[in-house]
């Protein structure tokens, strides 16, 4: 995994899970979930850890990772909040990386459908007890 610190300097360093599953966790406020895309992801991780990864390429397995955790906990995918710049969507990446998200419909409509209905589940969830 790259990452630099933003000034040119180029590391090897892993993304730490629970510092992005608390990212997520504070974009859901009195039961409304906000998105954010990969960009955003980005610069939110390098504002708390001074590490910046890029938003293509970077967050797709982490972001699975979180998912299967949270399907062990019966708990929806809270990595659904984060979406495509332009798009106002998960990327290709979301889509069944883990058995609590279903595979890519192909339909648009069905998409967005199934999609709201996450980000629904996400926001009537209980995520106070719900550690990484």
């Known amino acids: ?10 590391q090897k360093m892993s993304i730490d899970i629970p510092t992005v599953f608390t990212i997520l966790k504070e974009r859901i406020k009195n039961g ?5 895309t990969y960009s955003e992801l980005s610069q939110a991780y390098y504002d708390r850890t001074g ?3 890029e ?4 967050w797709d ?3 699975g990772s979180i998912n ?9 995918p809270i990595s ?4 495509l710049k332009g798009k106002n969507e998960p990327g290709g ?9 279903p595979i890519r419909p192909k339909d648009d409509i069905q998409r967005m459908t199934v999609w709201m209905n996450i980000i629904k589940d996400i926001e009537k969830f209980d995520w106070t007890n719900i550690v990484m």
């Open 68 to 76: 299967n955790a949270l399907n062990t906990k019966h708990a929806p």
């Open 1 to 10: 995994m790259r990452a630099s610190t933003r000034k040119g300097v180029i």
């Open 80 to 83: 659904a909040l984060v979406i």
């Open 55 to 58: 938003a293509h390429g970077s």
């Open 93 to 101: 990446g979301f889509w069944g990386c883990s058995e609590n998200v």
């Open 61 to 63: 397995a982490i972001l």
């Open 51 to 53: 590490i910046y990864h």
């Open 32 to 36: 409304k979930a906000n998105v954010l």
